[in-house]
């Protein structure tokens, strides 16, 4: 598989602190790979390593076919979106892009065309930047990315501030990026959720350094299925359990729910068992966990 990132004992050293300890990395041609952590846990430093913004300690990186000294001349097919990009109140999206195009020596008109329209923001030709609403400004953050033609994006909290409609229209965008133009997407979020829907693969960080990476196939076959009960007596109910199966793994939720982490393929004879004991069962469900239950697994507090 064609590589598009490559690090090597990549680090970051801080005056009080190690924003990222030694990193092996590779992201390949046509992944979406989620980066996973709480909040201070190293995503936002790795992305600003990898954006330049940000120079390593320690180790290296490299971009496509290029040699790692080469690494600005790479970025250039690459788009970033590690901070909210600045963008004249007074302007138009056309206008803020134009000038942009200007800057950046962009030839091509249709280039502004181009990215307005990936991002739906076509319908809006005479609003200016002032009057968006937060979900139209993180979608022209995105469209600027957009801008040269990309062959990978890497995005810092791309959701960031929206409402479920405009999080959900990202995450189609991306979705649609990735299969029709094949564009190679690094992307964090701290709405796991939605990493989940998007993602092929998941890299978790805590305190700077990986402890976990997974594909999609292996959360998939990682993430156990839980049965949850609604009954009157949650607390009696795990009790009585307990002596059929010794080995219960349970917790007591709230809402008068049971859930149990075991002996999900037992249902039938714990609902006959709780019932004989005099339990109302008013509702029995079977769920597989979510990422945030995976994430929560490894011992990090999202």
Do not use: W
Request: net charge neutral; glycine share 6%.
């Amino acid at each position: 598989m064609e590589s598009i990132i490559r690090t090597h004992q990549l680090e970051k050293t801080f005056k009080t602190n190690k924003g990222l300890k030694p990193l092996d990395f590779q992201l390949f041609k046509g992944e979406i790979c989620a980066i996973i952590g709480k909040n201070g846990a190293g995503k936002s430093t790795f992305f600003k390593l990898l954006a330049g913004q940000l120079q390593p300690t320690r180790g290296e990186m490299a971009f496509f076919d290029y040699a790692a000294a080469e690494s600005n001349r790479a970025r250039k097919r690459m788009g970033f979106m590690i901070e909210s990009p600045e963008f004249f109140a007074e302007l138009t999206a056309y206008e803020n892009l134009n000038y942009f195009r200007l800057q950046r020596g962009i030839s091509s008109k249709d280039a502004v065309k181009r990215v307005i329209e990936a991002v739906d923001l076509s319908k809006y030709p005479a609003t200016r930047f002032k009057e968006y609403s937060m979900g139209m400004k993180q979608r022209l953050g995105l469209a600027l990315t957009l801008m040269t033609g990309p062959d990978c994006l890497v995005l810092d909290e791309p959701t960031n501030g929206l409402d479920a409609e405009g999080i959900s229209d990202i995450r189609k965008l991306l979705l649609k990026l990735n299969k029709e133009q094949d564009i190679t997407i690094l992307i964090s979020s701290h709405i796991l959720s939605e990493l989940q829907l998007v993602a092929t693969r998941f890299l978790f960080i805590d305190k700077g350094q990986v402890i976990e990476d997974i594909s999609r196939e292996e959360l998939h076959n990682r993430n156990r299925k839980s049965l949850k009960l609604i009954v009157n007596h949650p607390s009696r109910a795990a009790r009585v359990l307990e002596e059929s199966f010794t080995d219960l793994k349970y917790s007591v939720l709230p809402d008068n729910t049971l859930k149990l982490d075991n002996h999900v393929e037992d249902a039938a004879q714990i609902n006959r068992i709780l019932m004989q004991h005099d339990i109302d069962v008013k509702e029995i469900m079977t769920e597989t966990n979510s990422l945030e239950d995976y994430f929560l697994s490894l011992g990090v507090t999202p």
